[in-house]
């Protein structure tokens, strides 16, 4: 594959696959772009290389940005692996996903968080909440009790608690149990729970084995801990992985220390091209 760097010069790269985070990596927290980043990724989709979106929100949420950047991935990984979308002619189809029943999960953390507002996230995409929040994208939801939430199998559990910070949440898992499902605090603290074993790097595996792609040829970025999986998926298989520099210590480490700026300094177009400028 060639790329054509921002000198003019061509160079050889054996990148096949970009998979990156939205939040914290390609937006800024006011959703504006990171700066450098919609003219990078044009470079790298003009010399062919698939750029594609791994993030923890749902598709709702996911499209504008997928339009935005005028990317047309054959893949989209949603809700922090649980589900994976493939492109349909000009749309896209729920291709894989995952649920799990929450009672349990619903039961411990309504112990703990009586006041919380809760949401999850059907195998169809629809959601159901027992209370609405500006940062949620509720097309298609539907307002349902507490005990509502766990009358059918989910792909997600979301968890919002004011008052709460990431240390709170922390402390939460660990009082409640919760080994048996993945689970992630977003940018913001909220608690997102999918199935056991399930991540961006589970889903990524899938969309790879499906394409034929190589690990060695994938680059992936994000901030956030919910990219921990994805960052331990590429290394493992001799990929690139990369943390922006706002991400939290754990974060940065399960990158393998490799750390680019923060978002609101292009960090992410930075890592971009200095991954082109290797392989010149």
């Not at 598709?59 to 940005?65: F, I």
């Not at 919380?116 to 609405?132: D, I, N, P």
Request: hydrophobic share 40%.
């Amino acid at each position: 594959m060639t790329l054509q760097a921002a000198s003019g010069t061509t160079t050889q790269t054996a990148l096949e696959l970009v998979a990156l985070d939205i939040d914290g990596t390609m937006i800024l927290a006011d959703e504006t772009p990171s700066p450098g980043v919609a003219d990078v990724l044009a470079e790298y989709r003009a010399a062919g290389a698939e750029v594609m979106l791994a993030t923890g929100r749902s598709w709702v949420a996911t499209q504008w940005v997928v339009e935005e950047f005028s990317l047309d991935p054959e893949f989209v990984v949603c809700s922090n692996g649980a589900v994976t979308l493939r492109r349909n002619g000009d749309g896209y189809d729920r291709w894989h996903v995952e649920t799990f029943d929450p009672t349990t999960v619903l039961g411990l953390l309504g112990d703990r968080l009586p006041d919380a507002r809760y949401m999850v996230e059907l195998a169809s995409g629809q959601r159901l909440f027992t209370e609405a929040l500006d940062d949620w994208t509720l097309d298609r939801g539907q307002k349902v009790s507490f005990d509502q939430l766990s009358r059918q199998p989910v792909s997600r559990v979301v968890a919002v608690a004011p008052g709460y910070d990431e240390d709170d949440f922390h402390q939460i898992v660990e009082e409640a149990g919760l080994n048996e499902v993945s689970y992630a605090i977003g940018w913001t603290a909220w608690l997102d729970i999918a199935p056991k074993g399930v991540d961006k790097g589970t889903a990524l595996e899938r969309v790879c084995a499906e394409r034929g792609t190589d690990r060695n040829r994938v680059f992936v970025a994000g901030d956030g801990r919910n990219d921990i999986g994805m960052f331990e998926w590429a290394l493992r298989g001799g990929g690139t992985a990369v943390a922006m520099g706002q991400a939290p210590a754990e974060v940065k480490q399960a990158a393998a220390g490799t750390v680019t700026d923060t978002v609101e300094e292009g960090g992410l177009a930075r890592a971009l091209r200095a991954h082109l400028e290797s392989n010149n």
